[in-house]
């Protein structure tokens, strides 16, 4: 399958490649692919392709450098997918390079784990360091642990591979969307993702995915298609994300009750025969006639009942999204992360599928990318990449079901961001349980901070790679070439391995050295692209000239179309025919249809709420939070709560509230909205830091003792504004593992809501470590490895 | 409709419907804006503007009543009006409207008074904190949108304009009939603020809600959170103009803290006065 | 509730603030004072010749204090010189006037003051007039600098210059009476008493100022009513500006300390004694400055959550 659509995809790029200049509009102005000076505009900014990491969207664009400085980061206005956009993160990301707080030489840690006393040492030091501890542990491999938080691989799996170790544990998935959306379309379409093709659709059905905050590159189709095609937009959603809110029709709705909701529609519209029988008889492995049978039990008055949104509409919503025929369904975390999940995932997904929406225009595209290769040769896979996920990874340590000896983390921060936070932090504050923590982060995270030794990695805008994402109708690769070089000592993780590997293997004589043969991150990347079938030495200039490869064209300002010999390209569709899915029986397998009532939310009472936490368009999780243009657009989480609701339990717009589940309470303040479910509250991640540096903590004053004096930034300690940093609600979130994935139910978590008692104050926490251990005991009884 | 021809003192007339000249606006469509906030990095990006002042900023308002509600987002900015009360109040003619229709600064004639800034009816105008990130670039004199006056004259669009996700920000020569902001101007409804003041911005929005784009609306329907976000910002951010009022504090108070700042505000005057003595006599 | 909330947005400072405040609070008092000087060289008013220095005197010092406020609060203080400059000024900007009006100003009240002080008629006449002239020109143009921003609802009206000079007055007498007051006590102390200025003048003076603040009374019933039957933005600006966050200098301070309590003192048997006088010219002097606090910063307040 991969590979037929590489050739259609080649065929274009060649043509694209003699493409004649297209005849613009004299009038108008480029879009993009320059950059000058506010004032001394005759000296344009030097440029250099750039790929946006922080996520995993993996936009393609360009650094501006002017005197050895990364100045400014945007779009590739070439670029089939992002055409010359980037989101307000990958716009802030440049400042990371010069940010105050970063850590510019490996640590090694003098104090007690946690205390905040480090030492600068050499690269010898550190390298000779870790090389020892992890040849010590080579006796038993598999207790040399990597948390791997990469939304691709950047050199730490392939070193997990190359010395032999399976234990590899994830904090997301290297793709785009969760692992219970995943595990559904690969078992249903053979594809882990599936693109909402928005630039040509009608009609937009969207279950709890935030394409306006968390999917930009598909966002500005998304607008496009409102005013150009005048779309229909309809959100469900348990509070009025951004998407919600620009939405033409937005629901709200119980958590976790999307799946029934589906399923009735899907009954509607099989019933009123607006279905596609021809395609549910050809390419799925039910007959049109049975899937109706099957379906007649989801009614939309059980639906109501469930939902809270009434029989009526969802009938109306039914035909109208049947009657459109250009129509697509969008789900991400809000579905998924319910313990109902997958059943969810798989009844949104039919109603593209029984519409016959799959890879039409505007429909529900399959993805087209490009795999990239890495370099030659290749270590054999352990199968560590499997996608075991961490949250529950330090219960485990503390049953005694893994000896640690080494645990590398990269790219994650468990600490902050993993349910049960907290316990994470205890896990890895005892040297008994973790006995050597190295850290790779360029900034000291919450995890980081418990490390033994860190050595800092480079950041996006230092770093040389290529990258490739299903975020266009068009697969295509990018590369970041990088103007700059490191800043201070640090250095790219797949040098450090490198060396570690070398320290290891001194003599090849192990078999290690042999893949961790190119002499620096331009050799890698050269090797993988030439190992990349399709690609070769030439795609590698293009892409450090233009940034993209394959060229499909120009990008015309006025409609936003990409234009090849005055056309504009044109996608091809039904690439699923002749050669079928990839799925054991070659069509789609429509697994169960079943939706039950999540049992975690059974009977509320009054002042009880399921806890929805939600990504906000300014942050990416922890990679952005000290960055300052960022945070000062987004800094602060009050917990939203239903105006009704609040007023009823007496609380007041701003007042401090306690937030207590299972495990224990935070102290944070109301915001009183009417955008949410009544039964629903809301707190945003990304913030409420306990490390990384001054802007992560609102705390101009806060240096670190290894912050640099060169790296200083007047703007913030003298213009930083804001004090309130928000609170973290992942510590009071106890793990729930959807036992089919092993992703964590994070949308599930109920809660009580109260003002605060006297005593409290903003930020508190207060959690109870050992009912989070009884909860996993109670969920796995010890045995979940 | 005849077009007004007049022109504040010493500076150039509007350029509104005049046959032959540029005159430079931007259209920004509501239905297209995401909120996502690309056009407010990329503006501090592209000038380095310190913590606390903005170029451009976006609004957010929520509307209605659960569950009939929708978010709506505004972006702001220098409206590059035809007739500008700020080039017209200015004692030193550092603002300047230039003939394309760019409303400019010229940071080297700016004594700092901030003249301009009262009488802007639209608070698209900041003065730059005395300490930002690069320190070669102007600091306490006042700034504004310059329309990214230096892009377009290389042939590219303002940087807002080249970030915008939702491609809600269309720029263009409002003057030429061929333009996508003239044509969207007449096939849309377009809207501009504070209309009854006769400045005749050259921004102007495509499905604006009367209420967020009204002043007194602003004033009285913000939130908790906003206001009290506010008096953080107030205390804390330095603003050189010593007379921010925090609500809820007594006037003594008030008083007090204004005179503290202007005192704090000495020592980094003085190096500021400092510098441009060494660099007026002894370079 | 069907409007809409604002649920984010951007802040602004207030662009002028404290300092301007005081400052246009110090020109009104000088310029205030100085009418009073006037009176006896410029107006022919015999028994006012003995307050025609020490007033001077006081307006003189009360300007120095103003570049001092006005240059420091500039964000480049070294370029004030740039009002100056011919290839600089601005014909259309209110502020290029006024730095001229404030340049000349005490300049002028100087040679007025060498003049009374040498005893010369034709030059004190000549160039107190002048001078009368210019205190009048730079109290209007306080009112105007801010009245000219037609954005601002609090401060865009025709009776600014009015209530500007009305307050330059009203404070004018009120600080000067406690000016000699104050004076008096001195030269007592240091037994020259036949430098004291006639208490009497004083008694009058305070009835000059108890007509102007009845006069500022009718005025700002006049903005009143401008506001209440205004439109909205009027409307709100009294409501939730003036009575709202600047109550305290407003309808306390202005108002009520600054206005009613005077009148009354002056109207009662009070106003023959030294007590009442005082008492009233405070509170004048604070009431004025209350008007000047609400006058820069209200109008600018409400915009800034715009
Ligand atoms: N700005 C930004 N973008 C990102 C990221 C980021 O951190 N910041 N991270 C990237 C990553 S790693 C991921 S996984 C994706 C995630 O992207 P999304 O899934 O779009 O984002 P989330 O905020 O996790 O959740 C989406 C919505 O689910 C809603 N929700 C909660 N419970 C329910 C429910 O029961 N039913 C329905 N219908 N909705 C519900 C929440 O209110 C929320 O608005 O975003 C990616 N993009
Ligand atoms: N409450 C709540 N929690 C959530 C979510 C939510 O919606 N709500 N979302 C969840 C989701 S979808 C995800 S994917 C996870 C993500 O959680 P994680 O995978 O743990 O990712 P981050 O928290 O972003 O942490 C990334 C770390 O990488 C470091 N880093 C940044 N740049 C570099 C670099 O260039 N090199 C190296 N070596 N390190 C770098 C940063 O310092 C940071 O510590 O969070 C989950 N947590
Ligand atoms: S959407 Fe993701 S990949 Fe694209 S610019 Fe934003 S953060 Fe970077
Ligand atoms: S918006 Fe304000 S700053 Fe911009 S031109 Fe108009 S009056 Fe001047
Ligand atoms: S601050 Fe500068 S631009 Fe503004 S009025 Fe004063 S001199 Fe003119
Ligand atoms: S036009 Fe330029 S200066 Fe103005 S808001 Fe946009 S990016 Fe900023
Ligand atoms: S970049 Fe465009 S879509 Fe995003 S907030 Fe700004 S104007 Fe709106
Ligand atoms: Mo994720």
Known sequence: MADIDRRKF????????????????????????????????????????????????????????????????????????????????????????????????????????GSGQWQEISWDEAIAEVAGRVRDALTDVDSIYLNEGGFKDGGTVRFMDTIGSKSVIRSRLPSIGTAPKQAVLEQVLGFKTVLPDFEHTKYVLNFGANIMETALPLAQRLTDGIVNNRLKLVTFDVRMSNTAGRSDEWFPVFPGSDGIIALAMANIIMQKGLADPDFIDTWTNYSSEQLAVDLEKFTPEQAEKASGVPAK??????????????????????????RNGIDTEMACLLLAVITGNIDTAGGCCLPRQFNVATPQPVPAPTGSTSKRLNPVFPFEVKDGLHRVQVFFNHMSNPAYSSPAASYWREVLKDPELIPYFVDFSPFMSETAELADIILPDVVDVERHDVGSSPTALWPWVSMSYPEIEPRGMAQDVRMTLKKIVEAIDPDGSRGMRQYWAFSDTRQSVKQAVDATPGMSKRSYKKMRSRGTWPQYGKIDPATRQIINNGEPVEAEYHTYNPAGFPTPSGKIEIQTLAWSANPAHGDLKPNEFVLTTFKVACQSLSLTSNLKYLSELWHSNPLWINRGVARKSGIGDGDLVRVTSEVGHMVTRAWLTEGIHPQTIGISTSVGRTAYGRVALADPHAHASFARKEQEDPDIDHNLWWRDGGVSANDIIPIFIDPETGAQVWNDTVVTVSPAESGDSYGDISVDNTMHFAIYKKLYGGNAA | MRERQRSYGLQTPGTRGVPGMKRYGMVIDLRKCIGCMSCVVACKAEFGV??????????????????????????????????????????????????????????????????????????????????????????????????????????????????????????????????????????????????????????????????????????????????????????????????????????????????????RSIPHKAKEVFDAYVNLYLR | ???????????????????????????????????????????????????????????????????????????????????????????????????????????????????????????????????????????????????FNPGRSLNHTALAPLLFLTGAFISGVAVLVLWVWIRNMIVSAISRAEKRVDWSLMEELAQYMMYGLIFDAFLLFLEFMQSVYGNQDEVMAHEEVLLGVFRFSYLWLEIVIGLLIPIIILVSPLKRTRFGIVIACIMVGAGVYGMRIWWVMGGQYLQTFY
Not at chain 1, 319 to 338: D, P, Y
Not at chain 2, 185 to 214: N, Q
Not at chain 3, 1 to 20: D, L, Q, R, Y
Request: proline share 5%; aromatic share 10%.
């Open chain 1, 10 to 113: 080649m065929k274009l790029g060649a043509a694209a490649s003699v493409a004649c200049p297209v005849l613009l509009n004299a009038m108008e102005l480029d879009l993009g692919g320059q950059d000058f000076h506010q004032i001394r505009t005759f000296h344009p900014r030097r440029r250099k392709p750039y790929l946006c990491t922080l996520c995993p969207y993996f936009d393609g664009g360009f650094t501006y450098a002017e005197d050895g400085e990364i100045k400014k980061t945007e779009g590739n206005p070439d670029h089939i997918a992002t055409r010359g956009k980037f989101c307000a993160k990958g716009m802030a990301s440049f400042f990371s390079a010069t940010d105050p707080d970063r850590i510019l030489a490996p640590l090694k840690r003098v104090g007690a784990r």
């Open chain 1, 313 to 338: 509409t969802i009938r109306k919503i039914a035909l109208e999204f049947a009657r459109s025929k250009q129509a697509t369904v969008v789900s991400q975390n809000g579905i998924s992360w319910h």
């Open chain 2, 50 to 263: 310190p913590m606390g002042v903005w170029r451009t900023w976006v609004k957010v308002a929520d509307k209605g009543t659960y569950p009939n509600t929708k978010r709506i987002f505004m972006p702001r900015m220098c409206n590059h009006c035809d007739y500008p009360v700020c080039v017209r109040n200015c004692p030193t003619q550092a603002t300047y409207k230039h003939k394309d229709g760019f409303v400019l600064q010229r940071y080297n004639r700016c004594i700092g008074c901030r003249t301009c800034m009262v009488a802007c009816p639209y608070n698209a105008r900041h003065l730059i904190p005395a300490k930002r990130t690069d320190k070669n670039l102007p600091k306490l004199v006042v700034d504004k949108c310059t329309l990214c006056i230096h892009r377009v004259k290389k042939g590219l669009v303002p940087a807002c304009v080249q970030a915008c996700v939702g491609g809600a920000r269309i720029f263009g020569d409002m003057n030429d009939p061929n333009s996508e902001v003239a044509q969207l101007a007449t096939r849309e409804t377009l809207t501009v603020l504070k209309p009854e003041l006769g400045t005749s911005p050259s921004v102007s929005y495509i499905g604006g809600d009367w209420e967020i784009m009204d002043e007194s609306h602003s004033y009285l329907n913000r939130t908790t959170q906003l206001r009290e976000e506010f008096n953080t910002y107030k205390r804390n951010h330095e603003g050189d103009a010593f007379g921010d009022i925090v609500e809820g504090e007594s006037t003594m108070r008030q008083v007090s803290r204004n005179f503290g700042g202007f005192l």
């Open chain 3, 1 to 147: 509730m069907n409007e809409s909330v604002i649920i984010s947005n951007v802040f602004h400072h207030v662009a002028w603030g404290t300092t301007i405040s005081v400052y246009f609070w110090l020109v009104g008092a000088s310029a205030g004072a100085y009418v009073i000087a006037s009176l006896g060289w410029v107006f022919g008013v015999e028994r006012y010749k003995q307050l025609a220095l020490p007033a001077t005197g006081m307006a003189i010092i009360l300007l120095m204090l103003v570049p001092v406020l006005l240059v420091w609060d500039l964000g480049q203080p070294l370029r004030f010189i740039y009002l100056m400059l011919p290839s600089y000024w601005h014909a259309t900007g209110p502020m290029s006037w006024g730095s001229v009006l404030i340049m000349i100003y005490p300049i002028t009240m100087m040679f007025y003051g060498y003049s009374v002080i040498k005893e010369n008629k034709r030059w004190a006449k000549m160039i107190g007039g002048l001078c009368v002239f210019l205190a009048v020109a730079v109290e209007l143009y306080t009112g105007v600098v801010m009245e």
